[in-house]
């Protein structure tokens, strides 16, 4: 028996030994860097951790840069074990550090970006953040060196992926504060304006809006309504009886949480409901990572990995349907992912 076994564990280790060897063949490389870079969300070590795995699994080297594009530059670049993204999948933020670094915008930046990959033999880099960020890896494409992306912003604003990573958990942590918001404005008979992250992009507005009920949602990819209509729909909804009004605005809406809170306290004699505010910023950030962005970022990491030692470069992974593909940097980058304001009509319609 003992023979037998150890004839199948050569065998085994033969067949591991020639898979990394012709999967290495497709790109040929030895070691690849993975970042955080931009606006961080849940899910991101989840990601690091899955990218990290897989590569060392295909006998490929793994360094991890620190603080995004500031430490590619910095060169705040050390090499990983499978043991350094151990016990992190459920942790929120991302223990490398992200940062926000326009000075890469500048080529000559890159240029130092890219020498100091090159210094530590690093074949490839995996980038993980949003849309100004998969457009820094965009730009070290253009440059010649190998990268591929992983979409994460819980602004959910980047194009050609249906999810990208730390929108659900972020949309959850919101609809958690609109639940809790509604109790007191039940109990107080109150309106309530409620203003959600989205610098851009009414994404978390109008799903969280949708999902919590809110009687009006706010986003910047819809002109209006004006400050005299919205005070107008909070009249409306106390004369039907209602015992409160939930306003979801998405940050990135004019004129902005500022001047309707303004108006509707210049006209509070009017509306029939007290009208309260409530910024949620930055909580939306923070957290452990849902068990859907658990999933996909294990999924989304394992599969740049193996894009990226296959030999990918300027692709980033994206979700459509349940199915995981590579989609061009350049088509990812060009616009923001586009709301589906049918939704905004059907929020309308269960008012
Ligand atoms: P996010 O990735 O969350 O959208 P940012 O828009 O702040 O966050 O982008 C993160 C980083 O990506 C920026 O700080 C900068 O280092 C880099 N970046 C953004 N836009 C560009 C660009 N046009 N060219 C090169 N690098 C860019
Ligand atoms: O891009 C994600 C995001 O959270 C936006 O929704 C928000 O406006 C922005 O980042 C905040 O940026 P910062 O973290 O640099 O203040």
New binding site residues.
């Given amino acids: 028996m003992d023979a037998e076994r150890a004839r199948i564990d050569m065998l085994a280790r033969t067949l591991t030994e020639h898979n990394d060897k012709a999967s290495q063949e497709g790109s040929g490389m030895k070691s690849i860097a993975v970042l955080t870079?931009?606006?961080d969300g849940p899910g991101l070590n989840a990601t690091i951790r899955a990218v990290t795995r897989q590569a060392l699994k295909k006998g490929v080297d793994v360094y991890g840069v620190q603080w995004?594009?500031?430490g590619l530059i910095n060169g705040d670049i050390s090499q990983f074990s499978s043991r350094d993204v151990g016990g992190i999948m459920g942790r929120g933020g991302t223990f490398l550090g992200t940062?926000?670094?326009?000075?890469?915008?500048d080529v000559k930046v890159?240029r130092t970006a890219i020498r100091n990959l090159n210094q530590l033999g690093i074949d490839g880099l995996v980038v993980i953040?949003?849309?100004?960020?998969?457009?820094?890896a965009?730009?070290l494409h253009e440059m010649g060196f190998p990268t591929y992306g992983v979409p994460?912003?819980i602004?959910n604003?980047v194009s050609g992926t249906d999810r990208a990573i730390g929108v659900d958990t972020a949309l959850n942590t919101i609809l958690d504060a609109i639940d809790r918001i509604k109790d007191t404005a039940s109990s107080h008979q109150r309106a309530f304006l409620i203003e959600v992250m989205g610098r851009d992009c009414g994404y978390l507005a109008l799903a969280s809006g949708l999902a919590g009920g809110a009687e009006m949602i706010l986003v910047p990819e819809r002109k209006g309504p004006s400050v005299e209509e919205i005070a107008e729909e909070v009249v409306d909804a106390y004369v039907r009886g209602k015992h409160h009004c939930i306003m979801v605005l998405a940050e990135g809406w004019e004129p902005g949480t500022q001047a309707v809170a303004e108006y509707l306290s210049a006209h509070k004699d009017d509306l029939g409901f007290e009208v309260r505010v409530t910024v949620l910023g930055y909580v939306q950030r923070g957290g452990r990572p849902s068990a859907f962005d658990r999933l996909l970022a294990t999924r989304m990491g394992a599969f740049a990995a193996n894009r990226i030692l296959e030999g990918e470069s300027g692709n980033m992974v994206a979700l459509r349907g349940n199915k995981l593909k590579s989609y061009p940097l350049a088509d990812a980058v060009a616009e923001l992912r586009e709301l589906d304001l049918a939704l905004l009509g059907l929020a309308e319609t269960m008012d």
């Fill in positions: 870079s931009g606006g995004g594009y500031r940062a926000r670094c326009p000075e890469f915008k890159r953040g949003g849309n100004g960020s998969l457009t820094g965009l730009k994460a912003s602004d604003d």
